[in-house]
């Protein structure tokens, strides 16, 4: 187990050093496999590791979701989104950002990254709330905060990931992921609420709003469309998680040609950035992969669930103590990287707790709780300083905004964070309600 | 496409730079329509295996392991772009606060790396193409050989490799570059400008 600690401890100075995260987990898990058997069985797990995780099926979900979100990026769907939310909520004080929110969390059932529903949002709606004087760190703070959605609201990236890793049914990750997410709005919205209730000087109330056209009605029902022909696909049997991806990414590209017409050039990127974005997800699965044979071979994950087990704490307090360590690691990892590390080394572990709850008391609910109390914990990541992601994605599409003051707006959502991955490990029922349903 | 903006000014300086920029626009197109046509692939297969089944009652056969055999060469067609866009993840809190010395050498130990990584995965995945190939190892329904896709990675890999040390090479030429540090750019999501 020792070994283990000496490999994090190797492995994190290689990346403060800026090693890229794939390869540094590639190295120090292929040299620390070598030191503890030798370097043949090394040479021959990482052929097999890079071969077999190449062409994982489980794993063709990836590219296909985001060429789905990448497709719907160029179509403008999102300035529909974001439209009809105007028309809903823009009247309230506060209004546009809380439409923000409610177009992130709708572009987010359509996406299965973070950063893109962060990057697709801030150029619709960002334009528009500085129109209307809203304060900068309001108005990006709102759009960093919903875009970390992306994650939680299926289809999602990471819980694919997730699911790989600890061999759960990805369906019911995703359906798990719904009713966290339409909290994670609500309780955004609420702090727009107190927020704009203490200084009401961020958020002047807008008059007159900007008009709902024909094409954003169009564009909203087909973000509608597709997610429930997702959801129904997957739920009502007639396709797998992979189909239902393919079938949503040939959807989205006559969404993106009806409305936006044939626009060679730009699909012609929008697919060369998904081949792209997919080629770096795999490095680092590779590199998670071999990581993780080493410190599986090591026996950190059992040694620390049997001295875990020992201890006899509460089971709440474990939990608390690995959201704490995720909190601290958010600070510097970025999100999939996070998650390959630390689900190996934790899963084993949760799954071994005494809830002392009827809902959490076989390991399969567990995983899956835990996984959106995991996902909801890396949503926080995406915003937290110094390297909150999606920060930095606001940051590069409106370079006149100073880092600090994003930071600043982030933190109502923060909080409102908090509050809802607190909610979440107390009631497990949000996430396990709907999949005790299916 | 902003990392080749910079290119397109030093074509004017030099032949040699204009050979390297055009070797870069061959190589970016034609994996470009590599991965591209891949996609399409994997998409069109899903879409006439799922019509098959429910409207014609004939799914697609082998719609499995021709997923598995497309997933696999669009990942490794997309390692060499990833690798020459500098796309890898990296954690840049600290390499903001160094010198530039320091930023250099952290830049010089991460291509190293990211270079010797490269190239032993693309010499165990030829060693693993090769066993396939003595094995005669084929695919359960097509009966499609497993060892070619095993060669392209290799290839593919060991490219990447080599693409890892240029972008270091790119990088080296204007020290101002080396604060051009672009979190979307590391993050593979579209850019924002356009």
Not at chain 1, 101 to 111: E, L, P
Not at chain 1, 120 to 148: E, F, H, N, Q
Not at chain 1, 381 to 407: A, E, H, K, M, Y
Not at chain 2, 71 to 86: H, K
């Amino acid at each position: 187990m020792a070994e283990s600690f000496i490999g994090f401890a190797v492995l994190l100075a290689l990346l403060f050093l800026r090693v890229p995260i794939a390869f540094a987990m590639a190295t120090v898990g292929a040299v620390g496999f070598a030191l503890m058997r030798d370097w043949n069985a090394t040479w021959s797990m990482v052929g097999n590791v890079a071969f077999d995780t190449g062409l994982s099926y489980s794993l063709s979900v990836v590219p296909l979701f985001i060429l789905m979100g990448n497709f719907l990026t160029i179509s403008g769907v999102s300035h529909g989104l974001y439209a009809a939310a105007n028309r809903l909520l823009g009247g309230a004080r506060g209004g546009l950002a809380m439409a923000s929110i409610v177009a992130c969390g709708g572009f987010s059932a359509v996406c299965g990254s973070s950063l893109a529903t962060a990057a697709t949002m801030s150029k619709v709606a960002m334009p528009s709330m500085r129109r209307y004087g809203y304060a900068d760190s309001l108005a990006t703070g709102s759009i960093a905060a919903g875009g970390t959605l992306g994650i939680l609201i299926p289809p999602s990236v990471v819980m694919i990931i997730y699911g790989l890793i600890t061999e759960s049914d990805i369906s019911k990750l995703f359906i798990a992921g719904i009713i966290p997410g339409l909290l994670g709005v609500v309780f955004y919205i609420l702090a727009i609420v107190v927020v704009t209730r203490i200084k009401p000087s961020l958020a002047p109330i807008a008059d007159k709003l900007e008009p709902f056209a024909a094409k954003d009605r169009i564009g909203v029902l087909a973000v509608v469309g597709l997610f429930l022909l997702i959801m129904v696909g997957i739920y009502g049997g007639f396709f797998t998680p992979t189909e239902a991806a393919g079938i949503g990414a040939a959807a989205s590209l006559v969404i993106s040609i009806f409305m936006g017409g044939f626009q060679a050039r730009k699909l012609f990127d929008a697919c060369i950035e998904s081949a792209r974005a997919t080629a770096m997800i795999f490095a680092i699965v590779i590199g998670a992969e071999i990581f993780s044979n080493f410190v599986n071979f090591a026996g950190l994950p059992d040694g620390l669930a049997s001295m875990i087990i020992d201890l006899e704490l509460n089971a709440y307090v474990v939990v608390i103590g690995i959201m704490v360590i995720y909190l601290v690691l958010g600070c510097v990892l970025e999100s999939l990287s996070m998650i390959l590390l630390t689900v190996p080394v934790f899963y084993p572990l949760v799954t071994q707790l005494d809830f002392g709850t009827e809902i959490l008391s076989d390991s399969e609910n567990i995983l899956i709780w835990f996984a959106v109390v995991v996902v909801v914990v890396t949503e926080i990541s995406l915003i937290s300083p110094p390297v909150g992601l999606n920060v930095f994605v606001l940051r590069n599409v409106l370079p006149d905004v100073p880092l600090t003051t994003i930071f600043r707006g982030v933190l109502p959502f923060w909080m409102a964070d908090l509050v809802r991955l607190t909610l979440l490990i107390a009631v497990p029922g949000f996430s396990l309600w709907l999949v005790s349903l299916m | 496409m902003t990392n080749h903006s910079t290119d397109t000014n030093q074509t004017n300086e030099s032949s040699e730079a204009s050979e390297r920029y055009f070797a870069r626009r061959l190589l970016h197109n034609a994996l470009g329509i590599v991965c591209t046509c891949l996609l399409a692939g994997l998409v069109g297969l899903t879409v006439f295996d799922v019509i098959g089944r429910y409207w014609f009652n004939a799914p697609v056969s082998g719609a499995f392991e021709l997923t598995q055999l497309m997933l696999g060469a669009l990942i490794f067609a997309a390692l060499p772009l990833t690798t020459e866009a500098g796309e890898h993840v990296e954690v840049d809190i600290f390499y903001e606060m160094v010198p530039v010395l320091i930023k250099r050498l952290m830049r010089i130990l991460g291509a190293c790396i990211s270079a010797v990584a490269l190239w032993i995965i693309a010499w165990r995945l030829a060693h693993h193409a090769a066993k396939l190939s003595s094995d005669g190892a084929v695919t359960d329904a097509l009966s499609l050989p497993l060892a070619p896709i095993g060669w392209f990675g290799a290839g593919a890999a060991a490219l990447s490799g080599v693409l890892a040390i240029a972008y270091l090479a790119r990088f080296s030429l204007a020290d101002e570059m080396l604060d051009l540090a672009d979190p979307a750019a590391k993050t593979g999501i579209p850019r924002g400008n356009d």
